[in-house]
């Protein structure tokens, strides 16, 4: 499985991104996708993600982030608008998906995409 995301960048703050995230290979059924960020020495944090149709966000980020799943394309976007400072980080995406049909559940992360928001 490989998760190949893209669309991170600098922005000046108040402005937006849109962060793309493809699955590839080995891939039987995609349950969950999803959006994680961090910083030098912290935890991993949960920015957003989608289980089917169900969407969970931070708090942080409720009603400036928007995450959706194109299911043909096993794509995963995380729209950021209104975006500050404090969302500097590296941005993870990840896949919780089955590769074959009664195998467990792997995890699956990607390489990273920095996001950093002047002010």
């Known amino acids: 499985v490989q998760l190949q995301a893209s669309g991170g960048g600098l922005v000046q703050a108040g402005g937006s991104l849109r962060l793309s995230c493809e699955v590839r290979?080995?891939?039987?059924?995609?349950?969950?996708l999803g959006w994680y960020r961090q910083a030098p020495g912290k935890y991993r944090e949960l920015v957003a993600k989608i289980t089917y149709g169900n969407s969970d966000y931070a708090d942080s980020v409720k009603g400036r982030f928007t995450i959706s799943r194109d299911n043909a394309k096993n794509t995963v976007y995380l729209q950021m608008n209104n975006l500050k400072p404090e969302d500097t980080d590296v941005y993870y995406c990840?896949?919780?998906?089955?590769?074959?049909?009664?195998?467990?559940?792997?995890?699956?992360w990607g390489r990273g995409t920095l996001v950093t928001v002047s002010s």
């Open positions: 990840y896949a919780g998906l089955y590769s074959r049909a009664f195998s467990p559940m792997s995890e699956n």
């Open positions: 290979r080995s891939i039987y059924r995609i349950v969950t």
